[in-house]
């Protein structure tokens, strides 16, 4: 099983400050995708394919990385972007689908 | 417009059995394969079950096999999750979502809540 270890738990950021959450797999995997989740909502799909945009997702956010590291990036922190974020890993072994246990961003 | 709603949610006892249904529109269903995705109370997400487009495969987690079953309708356009032998742990909030490799549409869940 390959394990998504998410980094911080929780963080908080001002307006306009660059924030950076990180996702580390246990093993290697081929791409992450990541998802935004806000309270008493469905989750998002906000980033795929380690760093395509979803639609509608505001291009201050950006994803990256290979192997067994990647990271979610916002260039200039806003209101809107409090939430928790999740990455994903697909594999072809059991459990197929994995996440990491969510990073909380919160606004300053 | 892409939907996705579940129903068939609520209290059940352990050991007694659930059956959850997931209404899709807005798109061509039997092209899509479709999973379960659940969140236990102030937890994260954790996959339970995905089928292919035809439902011809299935795949389960360990802590579900043998006692969940993932099946469709595309017919009806309709995703299911029949839960049997249900355990305390199973207490979640359970999303319909459309992909297998990446979920990119989730319904608005349906809660269950398995408790004497």
């Known amino acids: 099983e390959i394990v998504l270890t998410q980094s911080p738990t929780t963080m908080a950021a001002s307006p306009g400050e660059k924030v950076t959450i990180t996702c580390r797999a246990s093993?290697?995997?081929?791409?992450m995708h990541w998802y935004q989740q806000k309270p008493g909502a469905s989750p998002k799909p906000w980033i795929y394919?380690?760093?395509k945009l979803a639609s509608g997702v505001p291009n201050r956010f950006s994803g990256s990385g290979s192997g067994t590291s990647y990271s979610l990036t916002i260039s200039s922190m806003e209101t809107e972007d409090t939430a928790t974020y999740y990455c994903?890993?697909?594999?072809?072994?059991?459990?197929?689908?994995?996440f990491g246990s969510g990073t909380k961003l919160e606004i300053k | 417009e892409v939907q996705l709603v579940e129903s068939g949610g609520g209290l059940v006892q352990p050991g007694r059995s659930l059956k959850l249904s997931c209404a899709a529109s807005?798109?061509?269903?039997?092209?899509?394969?479709m999973a379960w995705v659940r969140q236990a109370p102030k937890k994260g997400l954790e996959w339970v079950a995905t089928?292919?487009?035809?439902?011809?495969?299935?795949y389960y987690r360990d802590s579900v096999k043998g006692r969940f079953t993932i099946s469709r309708d595309n017919a009806k356009s309709t995703l299911y999750l029949q839960m049997d032998s249900l355990r305390s742990e199973d207490t979640a909030t359970y999303y319909c979502?459309?992909?297998?490799?990446?979920?990119?549409?989730w319904g608005q869940g349906a809660s269950v809540t398995v408790s004497s």
């Open positions: 979502a459309r992909g297998d490799y990446v979920m990119d549409a």
């Open positions: 093993s290697s995997v081929s791409y």
């Open positions: 994903q890993q697909w594999s072809s072994n059991s459990p197929m689908l994995t």
């Open positions: 089928i292919s487009y035809d439902g011809s495969s299935t």
């Open positions: 807005g798109f061509t269903f039997s092209d899509y394969n």
């Open positions: 394919d380690t760093s």
